[in-house]
């Protein structure tokens, strides 16, 4: 942090006027986000000329209209084998709409795209087209085809994937449903000219009367409605869709990929038996990779189906699989190894094991949650994986043969790198930093043993804030706090102060991050940076048990929450406090879910220390939580106890449970809280927010509860997530102006 800003001992000037509050909010929110890109084949020009052209998909936020648009842009790079000369933009951004999926070929010649469309009648229809250069090829009616539900979207199961020949698709979608009626449904009449035969084949005889309200169990949080995913294969030159039944009937397919010469799908299978848990966010579910065999007709298991598998990604060579793999801790997210299969020899070895503790380099391990679609170089022997280290995501290289990792942005001014697509050598990746938007870069990786000699060229870098200031600040918890079973475990925050053009000690709002084993990446972020252009500064804190910092932190919190996360929180907030350039009069909090559940904890552990607390979605109550959230395991892991399907609560169990919420010790809180709750949150259900609002009525502290019907558990709907931004800024100037008021009586 710059001098001046640490010696100003003036108050700041805080930002009170709605409408100037909405135009930073407007502002900011015009930044785009990098999507995806894809690397189309290169074109030589001369014998080393060549160039490459790079379609990338944007999101941005659409304040008026209230939705994501989604935009296409593309850029030409020149470069020789193995150097960038020039690149640029070409033509503007166009807008996409209506699609789902979208995949070119592996010859970059034809595109597959899933689209919804709603017809005349008001429903929805889902169609697959295939695009040449020049038109639309095919479009074919899914839903008229009627072989299956609809096709699954999502990061957790969905794919679209050509096969290597190019003549089919392989996609996920829902298993077509029985038809269900009513026991009292009445048969049409017969008309003067319609027969016995007729009328028969407008009553379904297949249609099932006793399951017309059957329940379908989803996949939780984020799922709503998909339930049986099941593996379709379209022949694109017929037409005709396959849906493979010979996935074992226990077993929902997902990341499915093509096999070797096209003779097999290979899949992560997730197990549904007893009962499904959610998913979403939850990378710990009971999996194991399968292998459709197309000749043989039969479904072979490759993993070992003991610890959890994601992202089964081909070697260019086709001689090796790699996926990332769980270990024996149970928490929803952690560290992972990187297991390689030899699909000559079908012989599975790691590459890449767990790391407990950082390494003398300072590795950490790899923590993705899914490896990018194309993360092989083309000699097949090294993979690119963006993953977090500690409070940044850096950009590794791994050497399957060496087994050796290495870093590409160790070092670099931006705090978070994501690849994007990774073609012939030549690297796409997003980066950001908390006062940089996020942009793309390209470089060609250099040959093996040199990788940190890559050179990187921007496309279309935007100018960085001038008046926003960030650095990662590391904390030693004081000895009192060590975990016995895991001493000498730092943690680490993440620092945004308004810039020199703000005077003055500004207020200092706290966030913990939810999960609990998740992480704040210093990137580029909405809501902090455009409260620090508010005039606050924003400390975001990785407690112990955050992603990033090695196996062991992450065990550290397992037994310990409500207890060490809320401790490390308050730590690095006096920590903080100490520097001397933060109003340590006028301290705010907020946080979601998890980070909710420490919020609440730290108003009612450390009453009036905080003036004003904004929760969206907070755990409040773990004992009443246990039996209404998609997740029951994640309650009892983390609270330290073993979680088993068939096992039912016993008194003690929820009495530790109850005895670890914050609720118990809410009476003591005088700290105002907002409270924003979405009717659809299957995570933490809005129950939980409810219980805390009357508990704070009742004991007469200001209090104010938000109710998104339309809004689940990240409350990530653009209109809901702009009036989130309004509410909190308008809910912390109500508290420091309630607090100057008892000042000056």
């Known amino acids: 942090m710059r001098g001046t800003l640490l010696d100003s001992a003036s108050p700041a000037q805080m930002i009170n006027d709605l409408e100037e509050i909405a135009g930073i909010y407007r502002e900011l929110s015009k930044f785009p986000t990098p999507l995806k890109a894809c690397i189309r084949p290169q074109v030589t020009l001369k014998s080393t000329e060549k160039y490459s052209i790079i379609s990338a998909e944007w999101s941005q936020r659409d304040l008026e209209q209230a939705e994501r648009v989604k935009a296409f842009q593309e850029y030409v790079v020149f470069h020789d084998e193995t150097s960038i000369v020039c690149t640029s933009r070409l033509g503007s951004c166009t807008e996409r709409q209506d699609e789902l999926l979208s995949r070119d070929s592996p010859s970059g010649t034809l595109k597959a795209v899933i689209r919804e469309h709603t017809n005349r009648k008001q429903e929805k229809q889902q169609y697959l087209e295939i695009w040449s250069k020049t038109s639309k090829e095919k479009s074919i009616n899914l839903t008229a085809l009627d072989k299956h539900g609809k096709v699954y979207e999502d990061d957790q199961f969905g794919c679209l994937e050509w096969s290597y020949s190019e003549t089919c698709i392989l996609y996920i979608a829902e298993k077509k449903r029985p038809k269900v009626e009513s026991f009292f449904q009445s048969k049409p009449e017969l008309s003067v000219n319609e027969d016995v035969e007729d009328n028969s084949a407008k009553s379904d005889p297949k249609s099932e009367k006793s399951s017309q309200f059957e329940y379908w169990e989803d996949w939780g949080e984020g799922l709503a409605n998909k339930s049986t995913p099941v593996l379709c294969v379209l022949n694109i030159r017929s037409g005709n869709i396959s849906v493979r039944d010979e996935v074992p009937e226990h077993i929902s397919p997902g990341e499915a990929i093509w096999a070797p010469k096209d003779a097999g799908v290979i899949f992560v299978g997730r197990c549904h038996v007893p009962w499904r848990l959610g998913l979403k966010y939850c990378t710990n579910r009971k ?78 391990g790899i923590y993705s949650s899914s490896l990018a679609r194309k993360c092989w170089a083309t000699d097949s022997q090294r993979v690119l994986i963006d993953t977090p280290q500690r409070s940044r995501k850096d950009l590794i290289v791994v050497n399957i043969a060496k087994e050796m990792v290495t870093s590409l942005t160790a070092g670099s001014e931006m705090g978070s790198w994501t690849l994007l697509d990774f073609h012939q050598d030549l690297i796409v990746v997003s980066c950001s930093s908390p006062k940089c938007p996020p942009y793309l870069q390209v470089g060609f990786l250099p040959p093996a043993g040199q990788e940190q000699e890559i050179v990187w060229m921007p496309l279309d870098a935007p100018e960085p804030l001038q008046d926003i200031e960030w650095k990662i600040l590391t904390f030693t918890p004081p000895l009192e706090q060590e975990n016995p079973k895991f001493r000498r475990l730092l943690f680490e925050g993440i620092l945004l102060a308004p810039g020199q053009g703000k005077n003055g000690k500004p207020p200092l709002v706290v966030s913990p991050h939810g999960g609990p084993n998740s992480v704040f990446i210093a990137c580029w972020m909405l809501l902090p940076i455009a409260f620090c252009r508010l005039g606050y500064s924003v400390l975001l804190v990785n407690y112990r048990g955050s992603c990033g910092f090695g196996q062991g932190s992450i065990w550290s919190l397992l037994g310990n929450i409500g207890r060490q996360d809320v401790k490390d929180v308050q730590f690095a907030v006096e920590s903080v406090l100490k520097e001397g350039f933060v109003n340590s009069e006028k301290i705010l909090l907020i946080g979601g879910s998890h980070g909710g559940f420490i919020g609440c904890h730290l108003i009612g552990q450390y009453p009036g220390f905080y003036k004003a607390f904004a929760t969206r979605n907070p755990v409040t109550n773990l004992a009443s939580k246990l039996g209404t959230t998609d997740i029951p395991d994640h309650t009892m892991v983390q609270a330290g106890f073993e979680f088993a399907p068939d096992q039912l609560p016993t008194p003690s169990v929820l009495a530790t449970l109850l005895s670890k919420s914050p609720i118990v010790s809410i009476s003591q809180a005088t700290t105002p809280v907002l409270i924003m709750l979405g009717e659809k949150d299957k995570r933490v259900p809005p129950s939980q927010g409810l219980q805390l609002h009357s508990a704070l009525k009742a004991r007469g502290v200001p209090v104010r509860l938000l109710w998104y019907p339309d809004d689940n558990h990240a409350l990530s709907n653009i209109d809901t997530e702009a009036d989130v931004f309004m509410n909190v800024a308008m809910w912390f100037n109500f508290a420091l102006n309630r607090l100057q008021q008892l000042e000056t009586t």
Not at 344 to 353: A, I, L
Request: glycine content about 6%; charged content about 15%.
């Open 287 to 364: 999996s194991a990779l399968y292998c459709v065999d197309l000749a043989r007709n039969e479904c072979l298991q490759i993993s070992s189906g003991i610890n959890t598998v994601h992202s089964p990604r081909l070697s260019p060579d086709q001689h090796h699989l790699i996926y990332l793999e769980g270990g024996n801790i149970k928490t929803h997210h952690q560290c992972y190894s990187l297991s390689l299969y030899n699909l000559n020899k079908k012989v599975t070895s790691t590459v890449v094991k767990i790391v407990d503790y950082p390494t003398i380099d300072g590795f950490t």
